[in-house]
Structure formats: C-alpha cells, structure tokens
C-alpha cells in the first residue's frame, strides 16, 4: 500500500478551456451550446411547425407526424454540424440511474440498375425516430410487472426536456433525446413518468385554487400554469483511483465494509469550506464546464463536513428538468473525475464514523410568471395565497410523513439517518420563530406577537437593519431575518422546503414525486373547502380564504416542530403525537401500501395499483440484494484478505518469538502480541462463519420481504459484529501486512 502510495500522481490535470483572445470565455457565454433550446428551435423550424410544437407542449395537442418529421430534420441538420455519429432515447429506470442505447443516423439506399444493386450510404433521422424507440423492458427492474404484462418497452420522447449532445468518442458526439420509459400496456417502468403525472396532478389543482382567490378583474394576470422547483444540494466524495481499486468493498458495494477511524478526521472542522484541493477544484471545474455546455446551471462548490467530502449545488429549476441536471451532474462527476484520477463516491456513508452525503431537495412553487407561491413576502400574516400554499404543504407532510420516508428509504440512506449529522427516521416540519407565531396567532384569532415572531425585526427596529461589525472600514451589511435549524428533515428556508431526508445516491425524482402528489392532493380539499365557503360569491374573500387556513393549522399542527430533531425528548413527543418513527427501509417500504397513502397515490393519478406494488418490490428486491451482496464482500474480504494477513503477522512473530529465544533473548513482548491477537483472529473466524452460516440459510428465502426483514434484523448485525473484531485487529496488525489502504490513507491522498 505504501509503494502505492508513494506513486499516486496528484498534480492537477490541466485542460484547455475555450477562450477568446487569451482570457478563458465566461461561463454564460457556454451555458447550453449543446442544447437544442426552444431558441435554437425558434431559428430552425419554420413558423408553423414551431408553433404546433409550443401548443402541444402546453397539452393543447399531440404531435402529429408532419412536425415531428420537420423537428427531427432540424435537429438531425443541429447535430451532425456539431459532430454527432448517433442518437439515444435517454431514459431513468427504476435503478437511480440513466439508460441509453446508441443508434448511429446511418441509412442505406439501394437502387437497382439493370439488375445491379447500388447502395449509397446517408443520414437520416425520423420523426417516428425522434419520438419513439423500442427497447427490450425485460432487463431493467420492473417489480413484477413482467410477468402480467408483455416484456416489450417503450421509451417515449418528452417534449418538456431539451434535447442536447454530449461528447463521444474521437471529437464526435451523441444526440440525447431525454424520454419515458413505458411497458407495452403504458405502466410506468421509470422514474420520470411518475414525476411528469405528479406535475401535471399539481399544475391542474393549483391553478384552480388560484383561480379561487385571485380577483376577477382585467388587470389581474391569470395564472394559467404552476409548477414545482427543484434544486438539488448534491453531497460526494472523492478519494485517489488507485487506492480506491485496492477496496474491493468500495468497488462492489459503494462503500467500506471495514476500517477504523484515523486519530483524525473531522474533529478540527478544517475542512468544512476550507481551501479546495487542486487536484479536485481541477476535476470539480472540468465538470462545471461540460455541465454549462449542456445547461445544467451549477452555481456553487465547496468542501463539505467529512475530510475528502464536497458539494455542488445548481441554480434551482423547474423540477423535471432539475431531475436530469442532476443525473446529468452524478454522470459527469463519475466520468471526469476518472480523467483526474479520481473515484467519486455518491453512497450515503461510505466511510463510518464520519458525515455521510445526502442530496437535499430545496422544493417550491412557481407560475408560469415566475412568481413563487411560497414566497412569504414582507407580510406573511395578510398573505393569504402564501398561507394556503404552506398550510398545504404543513398538512400534505403530515398525513404522508411516512410516504416521504419511504420515498428515501434505501440500504445505504439507512446507515445515514438517524445519526448525529442526519435528519431522523420522524418527518416533521420546521417553519422558523416568525412563521410559527403567524401560524399561531391565526390558529388563536389573536394579533401576531412580532416580539415572539420577529425578535431579531424587534432588535432590527431598534438597532436598525445593518449589522455592527464594530470595524469602521468594513461594509454595512444586513441580516438574514429567517432562522435556520439544521436538524429538521423538512425545513421551510425563506421562501422554500428543503427536503434534507433525501440520499445523496438516489434519484430525487420519486421523493419529488411523492411530495408533489401529496400536496395536489391536499390542494384538492383546500380547493373544495374555498368552493364552500364562498358560496356564491365570484371568488373567496379574505375572510373565506382565512377560515381555511385555520381549520388546516389546526389539523396539521402536529408535524410542526421546532426543537432539536437529534434529541431523545423529540423521539418521546413525536410518538406522543402520533407521528411515525420509521428507522429501517423494510418497515418504511410497508407505508407505500399503507391505504391511505395508496389511494392518494391513485387519485392523484400517480401511481396505478400495479405500478405501486411494482414500485414497492423493486425497492424491497433492491435492499435485499444490497445487503446480501455487501455481507457476500465482507466474508470474502475477511477469508481471502484479512485472515490471510493476520496469519501472516502471526507467522512473524512467532518466527521472531522462536528466533529470539534460540539467542535467549526474552521474547516476552512478541508472545504478549501474539496471545492478544489471538483471541481476537478466533473471534473473527467464528463471527464470520456465524455470518456465513446465516447466508447459506438465507439463500432459500424466496419472498423477498421476509429476506428484507432477516437482512435488517440479522444479518446487518452480524456484518457489525464481524466488523468490530476486524477493525480490532487493524488496530494490532503491522501496517506493511494490512491488505487495503485504511481511512487515513482515503481521506488525506486528494
Ligand atoms: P443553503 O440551504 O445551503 O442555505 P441556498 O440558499 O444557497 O443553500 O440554496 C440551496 C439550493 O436551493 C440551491 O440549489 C438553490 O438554487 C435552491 N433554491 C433556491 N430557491 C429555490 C426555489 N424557490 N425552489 C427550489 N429551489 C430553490
Ligand atoms: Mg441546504
């Protein structure tokens, strides 16, 4: 390991940026080059046929096959002049993964003269090309489904994301058509159907609920669409490629099965926002840069908590395409950091003992005016179309906590939650001192206490807005009114939810879903609630619009808290509160069948019921097979690495022991080693065959949520057990015998 060590290349890698006149050229001037944007569209495409498009993309009107042809045109011409050979419908199976299959634009014509073929070679791209392909369904995970329906697929293209090309081999490029991904009978086998029916579940209630409350007069703009936004906090780690190859635990299961934590490692908080390593702000920049080509908006970078762990975060978008930024983003920190020499790591706690990543999801609403609708404004407490939206919000979370945990819930989020740096297994809701007391004034009818709500207004009002800094030369700057509270799983901050329950590893498109199909669903009671209390009066009034704001504070109430999510006391509350306290995947998993959560699934028209309990065994069969291939790593690592190299050591020091006492010399310290180490090699070898046992015994488990529950109850403990005296024996083990590189030598090699 040392040699390997000594040999590692961490010199940054250097590329040359595209520049004009010697100054690299500014990231606004990339941003979406690749992109084939209803911009490029507008130039290319003749009037008419652009103008088909915009209405089918509104829902007005499906795309009829003269269209289709001319956009195929436009975009084959685009593409090939940029370079690209061949195509792929790019889709996201249930897998918290893309999928692609290249077809080149290659066409051969024959002509036959007088009896001779001649075959002349073009390119071509169709219509039916662009809009559909026909992939094989039966190698991705469809839960069941294949066996009640045909194993025929389809992958279909969807209109509201951009079409854009990514490099290929040799200077040329691929054209990506992002698109669903159907079986045969139209269920959803992916992740971006669910999201695209949850969005439109959401856009049609809400413009309702607008419509309730917003002024019948001419100068007030309607609001014809609403949409969720997302933006996508991504957590990593990169650690040396040539270290990482010598885990075979982190090249099979994404994270280390075993190693004890260094004598340092993130104690001294030095590498929060610290200095970025160059070899990493190299690959880092790399992946900003092909990000910007394909106008995935990334904003921020820096070091995270963990020694060797960082974060990017994007500019927030509309949130299916946010969605495929972000696995755009997880793709090109994969394939450049490989370039750097460097592995990423996206596992939730790939290393134990320190931070995990999580990828929080930063949710609002926005119309079709750009307007967020959680936006508090100066005046929360007289902003009614700000209440009703957050109430909803309040209230969605807390009939369906346990489904947005559920929508989380994996073998690797599981070793995440619950610690001390994560949100825990409960899902409340934290608002903030000021929006708490609004919410608690109006539940009350009493005027709102802005000594209680707004202390630091209260100190504002006095002090005025600007911070003293008490150094005359530095600016004036003013203070964040809004609070922060790290623990809460679902925090409100400003102006939007930050989901923070969600795995750096996932998808965020299924918790995005789920959030979205529970709040529609809410909004349709909150809907029908105005409609009463209106009666027949053009729109609601205030007072209307109040009566159901309170009435929903009321029932929601419950999953707001405000606390130390970490503490012992909130786990007591929250169960004297009724609220679900889900720790392990197998028991979240069970909430997706739940009634209550199912039937809001169908009713929304999310998820049909065979889609749901597909949905429900491919992540059961996932966790299963995780956790069975990490203890399958772990006895191999421990039989054929660790045993090996503790019998080596012992060989040692017996041959030292005997060699010593043939000089008489005491050999008195070697024997002491030895009797330590004993004990704790036996120790090994009997949990490990205990494990191995248990797996034998597993084996014939064939329903896979007995298999989730043993995985969880017995055998994770037995990994932990097996692990402890492994760890042990590295403590005691001469380094030059240890088998793989160990913490210190992950985290500080960057
Ligand atoms: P932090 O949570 O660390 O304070 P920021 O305030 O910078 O972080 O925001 C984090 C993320 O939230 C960014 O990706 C940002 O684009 C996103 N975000 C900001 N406003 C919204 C919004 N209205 N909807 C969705 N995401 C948003
Ligand atoms: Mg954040």
Request: hydrophobic residues 40%; aromatic residues 8%.
């Amino acid at each position: 390991i040392s040699s390997v060590v000594d040999s590692l290349t961490k010199a940054p890698r250097n590329i040359a940026f595209p520049s004009k006149d010697g100054v690299p050229k500014p990231s606004s001037e990339i941003f979406g080059e690749n992109v084939f944007s209803s911009k490029v569209m507008a130039k290319m495409l003749p009037k008419p046929v652009f103008k088909n498009f915009i209405k089918q993309l509104k829902g007005n009107e499906s795309l009829d096959k003269g269209t289709a042809d001319a956009i195929a045109h436009a975009v084959k011409v685009w593409a090939i002049q940029r370079g690209a050979s061949h195509f792929t419908h790019w889709f996201q199976p249930v897998n918290d993964s893309t999928a692609e299959k290249h077809d080149s634009f290659l066409t051969l014509k024959s002509n036959y003269e007088e009896g001779l073929e001649e075959v002349t070679a073009i390119d071509t791209f169709s219509g039916s090309q662009l809009l559909q392909s026909e992939p094989d369904a039966s190698s991705f995970p469809s839960g069941g489904m294949r066996t009640t329906f045909e194993a025929r697929g389809y992958t279909v293209w969807d209109t509201k994301s951009p079409m854009f090309l990514q490099d290929g081999p040799h200077g040329t490029a691929i054209l990506y058509i992002p698109s669903v991904f159907i079986s045969y009978n139209g269920e959803a086998l992916d992740e971006k159907s669910v999201l695209l029916r949850s969005a439109e579940a959401l856009n049609r209630v809400c413009v309702e609920v607008l419509d309730l409350i917003s002024p019948k007069d001419s100068e007030t703009p309607r609001t014809k669409s609403v949409h969720s936004t997302l933006g996508t906090e991504q957590e990593y780690f990169l650690i040396d490629r040539a270290l990482y190859t010598l885990r075979p635990d982190l090249k099979i299961t994404g994270r280390t099965l075993l190693g004890g934590l260094p004598p340092r490692h993130q104690q001294l908080e030095d590498h929060y926002f610290g200095k970025i390593p160059s070899r990493v702000l190299a690959a880092i920049s790399e992946v900003e840069y092909e990000l910007a080509r394909v106008g995935a908006p990334i904003k921020t970078r820096h070091n995270e908590v963990a020694p060797a762990q960082f974060e990017v975060a994007p500019i927030f978008e509309e949130s299916m395409l946010a969605v495929d930024h972000n696995m755009l983003t997880m793709d090109a920190l994969h394939r450049v950091a490989h370039r750097h020499k460097l592995k990423v790591l996206f596992h939730e706690k790939p290393f134990r003992g320190v931070n995990g990543s999580g990828k929080h999801c930063n949710w609002a609403l926005s119309t079709d005016q750009g307007e967020n609708l959680l936006d508090p404004t100066s005046n929360p407490e007289t902003n009614n179309r700000f209440l009703l939206f957050l109430v909803a919000v309040l209230q969605a979370v807390y009939e369906h906590g346990d489904l947005l945990r559920a929508g989380i819930a994996s073998a690797s989020n599981d070793h995440r939650l619950g610690a001390q740096e994560a949100p825990p297994g409960i899902i409340s809701v934290f608002l903030g001192t000021q929006l708490d007391e609004v919410l608690n004034a109006i539940e009350e009818g009493r005027p709102v206490n802005h000594q209680v709500a707004a202390p630091q207004l209260e100190e504002v009002r006095v002090k005025g807005t600007v911070l003293d800094l008490k150094v005359k030369s530095l600016p004036a700057i003013s203070r964040d009114l809004t609070d922060r509270n790290r623990t809460s799983p679902f925090a409100f901050t400003g102006n939007k939810f930050e989901f923070r329950a969600a795995g750096s590893k996932q998808s965020p498109s299924f918790p995005v879903a789920l959030l979205n199909s529970a709040v529609a669903s809410v909004l349709v009671r909150i809907r029908d609630a105005l409609v009463k209390q209106k009666g027949d009066k053009p729109v609601a009034s205030d007072e209307d619009q109040l009566a159901v704001i309170r009435a929903f504070i009321a029932t929601s109430k419950n999953v707001r808290f405000e606390g130390d999510n970490y503490s012992d006391e909130w786990v007591v509350e929250a169960n004297r509160r009724g609220l679900a306290n889900i720790k392990k995947s197998p028991e979240a998993f069970k909430r997706l069948l739940r009634p209550e959560n199912a039937e809001m699934l169908h009713r929304t028209g999310v998820f049909s019921e065979p889609e749901l309990h597909s949905r429900y065994h491919i992540l059961v069969e996932k966790y299963c097979k995780d956790v069975t291939i990490e203890a399958h790593t772990l006895l191999t690592m421990i039989q054929q690495l660790v045993i090996p190299a503790c019998f080596a050591y012992r060989r040692e020091l017996a041959e030292a022991a005997a060699n010593l006492a043939q000089i008489s010399v005491g050999a008195g310290p070697e024997v002491d080693l030895l009797n330590k180490l004993t004990p704790i090699v036996s120790d090994l070898q009997t949990s490990s065959a205990e494990l191995g046992d248990l797996m034998d015994k597993l084996n014939d488990v064939t329903d896979f949520a007995a298999l989730a529950d043993a995985c969880s109850e017995q055998v994770l403990p037995g990994m932990d057990k097996v692990r402890g005296f492994a760890d042990q024996l590295e403590g005691l083990v001469a380094d030059k015998h240890w088998p793989f590189p160990k913490y210190t030598e992950l985290f500080f090699n960057i």
